[in-house]
């Protein structure tokens, strides 16, 4: 059944590349200003910071940090560059570490040049050669299938379906789902991959805005939540429904948005977190 | 197996709104001219003529009519805007006859508003009324799934599965399936769902071009064939694998294409059927 509408804000994250003028600093204190619980911290926000300083000033404000944003892009044309993918995702779940985020969110990646079954076969490898450390530094991993719109460049995991058939090839604890409803929505298996996805245990993140129509840019012009057509009562109804209870993370890329005053955007984004979704 | 490669045009087939610059008078001139040996029609193009002499001319030319596109969109938001699309569909029929095309491609159709699940219903329901007067008529229709980043307002239906599925439940030799590269080559499941289409008798059509990266515009910046990131001879082999020996229509709607000499763009779409497919 559809979710009960939320009343108050302690599942609520923001992505810091939802308010993206806004240094790590300032949306650590925007955010916990304006009663945000929770913040999942992409991996550029860090650049020039001591990570684990970071994380603790995070910390100190307020906020729960839920996940970092990301790592993945495992396809490569040779064995130079997929060693260097897998180097990159080990100093991801050792930045995770080190900010204190249990979870890193992969965009799986794909080539324009690549079969997207080999794409996938490198998907899979590469994961499986970062689980250990990942285990070790206790850092979970999920699998964001992507819109099949980014199937050319960003990610060849595209389905639910796919992310659940990888979860039970690489049968870990660790790894699991990141259910988006932007890459998500359309899918008619949405609702059956989702209970297969609650059934084993492997929602580990749900992330939310809207679609926007018309879409005028395939990245940057996503939506607020309550503003497109995306079922978000329903999506969320079937997330919680199999045992889904953490935050709700609110990743929008819009050029739109981004343009407007950002401390009236995170208004907007309670406001539609409370009547929306 | 990727299929072999084509040696002359007998099976090339173009759509008027891949050359949008020329009238139905001037791509039937061209194409005859340039040994392409089909075409399909777009609706537009038979506005303010009359369909019966324009297919004779086209015929005249030495063409032959593939298909006209496009009927569909059957999702409404009431019992009236239903009935109209309904009616529309007749006529398009009812065009595709007098035009002397044994094929209707049909844009199923979506409302930003509406949930998928209704949407569909309403295209199952929608095909359902019209389909005595196609076999009447001795015109066939070919569901063509589009693209999911077309499921807010152009088409409910996604994947081939989708498509199947529809067209087992409509159990219809009228009904059938239009396969287009740019928007099913993503899918994991593609070659799975093509033979099953084809052990049902029901590929009726085969679009090609190209995916683009990065596309800069959903609608108006799919490639020529060869130039983007789509296995294109792994698909037409699939295809022809299952029975498939019509015609490989080439439908690219691009900016960039239109805003150039047509003949010049005709003679790259030649090359490109001879060497990249």
């Keep these: 059944m559809p979710a009960l509408p939320l009343t108050d804000f302690s599942r609520l994250c923001v992505h810091t590349i939802t308010t993206r003028p806004w240094s790590i600093e300032e949306a650590g204190e925007r955010y916990a200003a304006a009663e945000v619980k929770g913040i999942t911290v992409w991996r550029q926000w ?51 570490a080190a900010l204190g985020a249990p979870l890193v969110v992969l965009v799986c990646g794909a080539l324009p040049g690549q079969p997207l079954d080999e794409s996938r076969r490198q998907i899979a490898d590469g994961i499986a050669a970062v ?41 870990s604890p660790a790894v699991g789902v990141a259910v988006d409803v932007y890459h998500l929505w359309w899918d008619p298996e949405l609702k059956t991959e989702i209970e297969r996805c609650g059934r084993a245990g492997r929602i580990f993140a ?42 709700i993370e609110v990743e929008i890329f819009s050029n739109r948005y981004w343009a407007m005053d950002q401390d009236r955007f995170l208004e907007m984004i309670k406001d539609a977190y409370l009547r929306k979704l």
Tied chains: 1, 2.
């Design 46 to 96: 860090l650049e020039g910071r001591d990570v684990a300083i970071a994380g603790q000033r995070l910390r100190e404000a307020g906020l729960e940090i839920v996940s970092l944003c990301r790592g993945g892009f495992f396809p490569a044309e040779d064995a130079l560059g997929l060693q260097q993918a897998i180097d990159d995702n080990l100093r991801t779940i050792d930045d995770a």
């Design 131 to 171: 689980l250990d450390h990942a285990r070790a530094a206790d850092v979970k991993l999920a699998v964001e299938p992507l819109h099949p719109m980014y199937a050319d460049s960003r990610s060849a995991v595209n389905t639910m379906r796919q992310a659940n058939d990888l979860c039970d090839q690489l049968d």
């Design 206 to 247: 749900f992330h939310v805005c809207d679609w926007r129509t018309p879409t005028e840019d395939l990245l940057n012009d996503r939506d607020l939540m309550g503003e497109g057509c995306i079922n978000l009562p329903q999506i969320r109804g079937w997330v919680e429904d199999n045992d889904f209870d953490g935050f």
